[in-house]
């Protein structure tokens, strides 16, 4: 009955271990600023992200003036946002990284981190957001990116909490609740 208890309780504590080394973070990523810097994602701990890709010509791009918004109200609060620019969807952010950090400077007043131009799905997605999509590196849930402005809501640990569609506003109660919980 022992060695039955003991061989159970080996089979558990290594599944746990399997587990734990399997789950990522979005802490172990560095990527590049639209100004060509390399951002590194262990600069975020202790704070709660929410991830965006984000297009310049799509009918969601007046969501930068939500985004920021909630950046500067939160930002002192643990909080960041950070935009990864993308043109996967309709070809809807065609820039470059300059024009890019142009329009958004220029028309919504963008101070919240924005990333170098990515791809956010197909063969050639971004590594960020292959752990992001996939439940097998985020412990939490498989997803699609489905359009521009796609959320996702990591915690101070860089765990991935919740994908919100594109549909959803910045500003919507459930994820001003998260950054204030």
């Not at 558990?12 to 990523?29: D, G, N, R």
């Not at 765990?159 to 459930?174: F, H, I, N, R």
Request: charged share 25%; hydrophobic share 35%.
């Amino acid at each position: 009955m022992k060695r039955n208890f003991f061989l159970i309780a080996i089979a558990l504590l290594m599944t746990i271990t399997m587990e734990a080394q399997t789950k990522q973070s979005i802490h172990q990523f560095k990527v590049k600023d639209l100004n060509g810097k390399t951002f590194d994602f262990a600069s975020l701990k202790g704070k709660k992200i929410l991830v965006v890709n984000t297009a310049s010509k799509c009918g969601y791009t007046p969501q930068y003036e939500q985004l920021e918004a909630i950046y500067k109200k939160y930002k002192g609060e643990n909080f960041v946002i950070v935009g990864f620019p993308a043109n996967n969807f309709g070809s809807q952010e065609p820039g470059t990284n300059a024009e890019i950090a142009t329009f958004c400077k220029a028309n919504y007043g963008v101070t919240f981190p924005m990333m170098s131009k990515i791809s956010v799905k197909g063969s050639d997605m971004n590594e960020v957001y292959q752990f992001l999509t996939k439940k097998s590196k985020n412990g939490l849930k498989d997803s699609n990116v489905e359009w521009n402005f796609q959320k996702y809501l990591l915690n101070e640990k860089g765990e991935l909490e919740q994908v919100y569609l594109s549909g959803m506003e910045p500003t919507d109660a459930k994820i001003v609740n998260w950054i204030k919980g």
